[in-house]
């Protein structure tokens, strides 16, 4: 379909725009072509999703990550043993493929380059056969030296230098595997930690306490600097703990050989790796994502388990899975995100206007039950009175169901038609979420109340988040969930709603917006909130609401779309800005849409940005990086994130579905008496 607009507002600055979707020429001007254009969007957009459907009944779009994946892949194989010339090849042609033109790589598209990352790429293309010579290299190399060279590099690089000859063990940052002992009250315990950093600390407990090494057949010194790195701003308390380190140090060296230390070290080693064969799930994983996968492979090694013991045999497949192979080269995802895009994709799809007895809809619902996790996981720890229920992220994870996920999942239930055991999980998933909320009222991604600053003072954690604090986007979501419940709300599920409304109302950034843990950024933390304070019943002219739907219209871009730089994460400046993407702007419509501003022209601009940026097959085109795994740290493309939020908001904005205004906000327990 040809769209012409003559109307400026709607063809933004451009005075004339032209989309081309099929052969049927449509003409005329304002709404109204927007209208027609986003119908025929629509449909295509429905026929292309409803193609993508697994048999099984899931959707699952690709994780993209950043080249240091497929450097530790090759670095990992090369560890076991198990490098083999046709992974190489394809690795490094991914690899090369993405180096920037000055010579490093970056962690996300069009970013700068990143240091860590740029080391990383370029031993692993050394192991691949090309020489420091070659025009691609001697630029990385140069550029590494200029930016503080191997020795600037996070602990995390200097990790995998060491296991391969290249760095020394002693200037690492001490993490003792007697950390498995310290109860979960304790501060610094493993239980300090967000569940990621929890899994990976203690395989990695494991191998520091071995100091393995595997050497390269070469050396690296061309990317040695010689100087000492900048140390990074340390709190006092961040002080002490350089100091408790400096401990655990001499503990390390002075103890070596006296027996107190061979006991202890020796059963806390067993302790650590009975923790991770424990918990090993059954595709082979370790919670589903890549560093606890890789560390616990090679902690098991360690431990001398040999590579065709079924725990390891399982965790290479596992990883084998993780490996993707096409034409632009053999990348490893960090993670697999099938309920996720599920839950996402059925809303969708009934938000477009699907029935819910619809094929696809039954499919995805019943793929969805049988996901179900019914087990104790990790996060009973904090909350060992509270009965399982709930869904996590990965085909494979039932020690880590996330809040997040059930929350969608629970929306995605009430959207499909009714079966026998749906009412029944979602049930389950309300007490789940409602006891799970942390005691400020906040909801984090998978445990209640990690919130210690303790772990982010650390020396050894200079790269990601390490612990899991409630935050804007996944508290809107469980609050959305709440509100939009068919059923009456139990006294505690009502308190729960309100509590995290208040939380929500107290966490708002002054300039309206909302900053988003799991997507790129405000764009996204606002975009969620808005639909679940609606859905809840707080007006459009509360504050709360004007404030975020004002943020959204001052940071439209001029050809109508939404977009934010990952930038955002690290300077201000960067809130709001960047170049228009098919998920931001549905993002910023769908918190629109919902805030009643479905008829201000800035939403129909951005409807119309959506219709222009279709492509012929139904779906939107997106190389740029709008997920995060830790905010600027690790980026993530979600690959259906192009495809699945557009729909929502065509749909939304065509049929007028989504979260529908309550008549008035829950009244807290003490007001309905």
């Known amino acids: 379909m040809t769209l012409v607009a003559d109307d400026p507002e709607i063809a933004g600055r451009s005075g004339t725009a032209v989309a081309t979707t099929s052969d049927v020429k449509v003409t005329g001007t304002g709404p109204e072509i927007v209208e027609r254009g986003a119908a025929e969007a629509l449909r295509l957009a429905s026929e292309h999703l409803k193609a993508r459907q697994d048999p099984e009944g899931f959707w699952k779009g690709e994780l993209e990550t950043n080249v240091t994946m497929d450097a530790e892949d090759i670095l990992l194989r090369h560890f076991l043993g198990i490098l083999d010339q046709k992974t190489l090849t394809g690795a490094a042609d991914r690899i090369r493929s993405q180096q920037r033109h000055d010579g490093p790589w970056a962690t996300f598209h069009g970013g700068p380059g990143e240091l860590s990352a740029t080391v990383e790429a370029y031993v692993a293309l050394r192991l691949a056969g090309d020489d420091p010579g070659d ?15 191997v020795e600037a590099t996070r602990v995390f690089t200097h990790v995998w230098l060491a296991m391969v000859g290249r760095w020394d063990w002693d200037k690492l940052p001490a993490v003792p595997p007697e950390l498995i002992f310290l109860p979960p009250q ?6 300090s930690f967000a569940c990621w950093a929890r ?13 393995p090494s595997r050497p390269l057949p070469f050396e690296i010194d061309e990317l040695r600097s010689g100087k000492q790195p900048r140390r990074r701003h340390l709190s006092p308390l961040g002080w002490a703990l350089v100091s408790l380190d400096r401990a655990l140090h001499r503990y390390e060296q002075v103890a070596n050989e006296s027996w107190p230390k061979r006991v202890i070290r020796g059963a806390a080693l067993r302790e650590a790796e009975r923790w991770m064969v424990a918990r090993q799930e059954a595709d082979g994983s370790w919670g589903g994502i890549q560093p606890p996968m890789v560390y616990s492979t090679i902690a098991l090694v360690l431990q001398g388990y040999p590579l065709d013991h079924p725990v390891l045999a399982a965790a290479i497949a596992g ?24 839950a996402l994709a059925a809303i969708a799809l009934v938000d477009a206007g699907t029935a819910p007895d619809d094929p696809s809809m039954k499919a995805a619902r019943d793929w969805l039950l049988e996901e179900e996790v019914t087990v104790m996981g990790d996060w009973a720890v904090r909350r060992p009175n509270l009965a399982p229920g709930g869904w996590a992220f990965e085909f494979q994870n039932v020690h880590y ?22 009412e029944a999980a979602c049930n389950r998933a309300l007490n789940w979420l409602v006891g799970m909320q942390s005691s ?32 804007a986007d996944v508290t809107a979501h469980v609050v959305e969930m709440l509100a939009c419940e068919p059923h009456p709300l139990t006294p505690a599920r009502q308190d729960s709603l309100q509590r995290g409304l208040d939380w929500l109302a107290a966490h708002q950034e002054s300039d309206g917006s909302y900053w988003g843990r799991w997507g790129v950024n405000y764009v996204y933390g606002t975009g969620a909130v808005l639909p679940a304070l609606i859905a809840a019943g707080v007006p459009a002219k509360d504050p709360t609401v004007a404030d975020g739907v004002r943020w959204l219209l001052e940071h439209q871009n001029s050809d109508g779309g ?13 809130a709001g800005r960047g170049a228009s993407t098919a998920s931001q702007t549905a993002w910023a419509l769908i918190g629109l849409i919902a805030a009643g501003e479905r008829d201000n022209p800035a939403a129909t601009r951005g409807v119309y940005w959506l219709v222009r940026a279709q492509t012929e097959e139904g779906t939107w085109d997106e190389p740029w990086f709008t997920g995060t795994g830790f905010p600027w740290d690790f ?14 908001a065509l749909g939304r904005y065509l049929l007028g579905t989504g979260p529908r205004p309550k008549t008035s906000r829950p009244k807290k327990p003490e007001q309905e008496a």
């Open 135 to 149: 025009p691609h290299m001697s630029t990385a190399a140069a550029w590494v030296r200029e930016h503080g060279g």
């Open 186 to 191: 304790w501060p610094l315990s493993i239980w």
């Open 562 to 574: 939404w977009g934010e730089d990952l930038r955002s994460y690290v300077e201000p400046g960067w």
């Open 199 to 211: 899994q990976t600390i203690v395989a990695l407990s494991v191998i520091t306490a071995h100091r």
């Open 401 to 422: 169901p996330d809040i997040d996920d059930t929350a969608e999942v629970v929306l995605a239930l009430r959207h499909a038609a009714d079966n026998p055991g749906s």
């Open 635 to 648: 980026s993530l493309n979600y690959h259906l994130y192009r495809h699945l939020f557009p729909l929502t």
């Open 440 to 471: 400020d009222g906040g909801w984090g991604a998978f445990d209640a109340d990690n919130t210690s600053t303790l772990p982010t003072q650390l020396p050894f954690f200079d790269f990601g988040a390490v612990t899991d604090p409630p935050t």
């Open 319 to 342: 990883l084998d899975a993780f490996a993707l192979e096409d034409e632009r080269g053999r990348r490893i995802e960090a993670c697999q995100s099938p309920v996720w895009d599920t």
